[in-house]
């Protein structure tokens, strides 16, 4: 018999709660039979949700959660106070071994607390960096730290290196990923304290493939697997990345729109134009783990739709399946040593 890979999700989390987080999980467990989901929040609600779902009854359970932490409040405190919120009790079913990942779209301060006071960090690990694939020219790249670390110390920033290479080689299957780190200029000499303190230490690990500096605008092209920074730019180029595509997308298709000339170009051209636009769909990737905690946490928008949330569960199997928390472990480990 195969075994399930267990997800806790957050029901209550998010813009759209509970509507498509409950679809979102559905979709999973239908496109999945080794995965097991367990829908946390109010059971109640919950359970009338799903009546208008079929799904395998051993594949979706409810675990009763009667507190929502709201996206307004002081992330420790809420943790500390809300002992029964859908958050906390979803992390505690990964700190205790009964989930194997725990998805949330709800706050992201609660949640990057949460997981490292609840599920705890990975011995070693100075930092759990929040780390969201982004789409490229080339395919996906990861970028670490989107959010997690405002205040990042260069030895923070190496471990980010190590721990993105591991996910990128195994969960992605990119044979010795690509790293650089984000910079104003290609030239070593260039940047803030913090990159050129890191710069150094980066050429100098044997385990990653560090390629030097990386500038924003050649982000989009793919010229690292993985890209490092501390989360105040990490969280600028994540949202400014979001945005812009939004905007390009409205605009390509009011162009279409505008003309009769162009509404028939449109109709020509809609297969192959529909297909890359998907590539370049946030959504399409799940969402972004908190690497190197003792289990997988992972943090989607908050205005995940159902596509998300479906796409960050499947996500958790191959973390699973790849060891990924192992082979962070094992390389700490062997620095350590």
Not at 63 to 75: G, H, L, Q
Not at 176 to 201: H, W
Request: aromatic share 4%.
């Amino acid at each position: 018999m195969q075994e399930m890979i267990k997800v806790a999700v957050d029901a209550m989390g998010g813009d759209n709660a509970p509507d498509e987080i409950i679809k979102g999980a559905v979709e999973a467990v239908s496109l999945r039979e080794d995965i097991k989901v367990f829908l946390v929040g109010k059971e109640e609600l919950i359970r009338e949700k799903l009546k208008a779902y079929s799904y395998k009854d051993e594949q979706v359970e409810i675990v009763n959660a009667t507190e929502i932490i709201e996206m307004a409040e002081p992330p420790v405190a809420a943790i500390r106070k809300k002992k029964d919120s859908s958050i906390v009790v979803g992390m505690k079913l990964v700190k205790e071994g009964k989930a194997d990942a725990f998805v949330s779209a709800g706050s992201s301060g609660a949640v990057l607390v949460g997981g490292q006071l609840l599920v705890g960090r990975i011995k070693g690990i100075e930092r759990p960096p929040l780390a969201p694939l982004i789409p490229t020219e080339k395919g996906v790249s990861l970028l670490v730290d989107c959010g997690a670390n405002v205040d990042a110390r260069p030895a923070h920033l190496v471990q980010f290196a190590k721990m993105g290479s591991i996910y990128m080689e195994h969960v992605m299957g990119v044979k010795n990923p690509k790293v650089a780190i984000v910079n104003i200029g290609a030239e070593e000499e260039k940047g803030n304290a913090l990159v050129k303190e890191t710069f150094p230490l980066l050429k100098e690990c044997e385990d990653i493939n560090f390629t030097g500096s990386i500038e924003a605008r050649e982000i989009p092209h793919g010229q690292a697997d993985v890209i490092v920074c501390e989360a105040f730019a990490g969280n600028i180029i994540l949202k400014l990345y979001e945005g812009l595509a939004a905007v390009l997308v409205s605009k390509i298709k009011e162009g279409m729109l505008s003309t009769l000339r162009s509404k028939i170009g449109a109709l020509l051209v809609k297969p192959a134009l529909k297909q890359t636009l998907k590539s370049f769909d946030v959504s399409e990737y799940g969402g972004a783990p908190l690497l190197g905690l003792n289990g997988l946490v992972v943090k989607t928008h908050g205005s995940s739709k159902a596509k998300e949330i479906r796409n960050s569960i499947i996500q958790c199997v191959t973390f699973k399946e790849q060891r990924i928390n192992d082979k962070i472990r094992e390389n700490i480990l062997r620095e350590e040593g």
